[in-house]
């Protein structure tokens, strides 16, 4: 199996899943991060698996122009979808349902919202400021779940 494994991060988070689930897939993988790589072509690869994290509501734009622009060829693939967030039950969801088109996610045979990390570290300081006033974290703070990639990585590889 030889899987194409897209993703766009803004403090780590979606890298940091990409990097497990590459660990736990069977055959070749291959890691392209979107706001640092053009990827032309990907009709070579069996599965693709596409992942970001929520910014303001919404999943980078890298990630829903590539959903958009590939739609038909990815809706022909074993696709798996994943999503880092903060929120969880009907709002992360709800996020989930709003970061990829319906299209992809009824074809999709994973799908996962991995959860979310604020890495304060990594933030410049308007970013921590509304992370503080907003979500009311006033330090890093990492709610990934290594129980949804597991399952993720499981669905994916059967």
């Known amino acids: 199996m030889k899987t194409l494994l897209v993703y766009t991060t803004r403090h780590g988070c979606a890298e940091k899943c990409a ?20 990827l032309n ?8 698996i596409v992942g970001g994290s929520i910014h303001a509501g919404k999943i980078q734009k890298k990630i829903s122009d590539f959903c958009q622009k590939n739609l038909d060829t990815l809706k022909v693939k074993k696709l798996g979808l994943y999503l880092c967030c903060m929120e969880e039950g009907e ?23 991995m959860g979310g990390e604020f890495d ?4 410049n300081f308007l970013e921590r400021a509304i992370i503080r006033k907003i979500a009311q974290v006033d330090h890093s703070i990492s709610k990934v779940s290594p129980e949804q990639i597991a399952a993720f990585i499981e669905k994916i590889n059967n």
């Open 91 to 113: 709002k992360a969801q709800q996020q989930f349902d709003n970061a990829f088109p319906t299209d992809l996610i009824e074809h999709a045979t994973a799908t996962a919202i």
């Open 19 to 38: 990097r497990e689930i590459e660990k736990g897939l069977r055959g070749e993988v291959k890691l392209v991060n979107l706001k640092k790589e053009k």
């Open 120 to 123: 304060f570290e990594r933030m």
């Open 41 to 48: 072509t990907f009709t070579d690869y069996d599965t693709v």
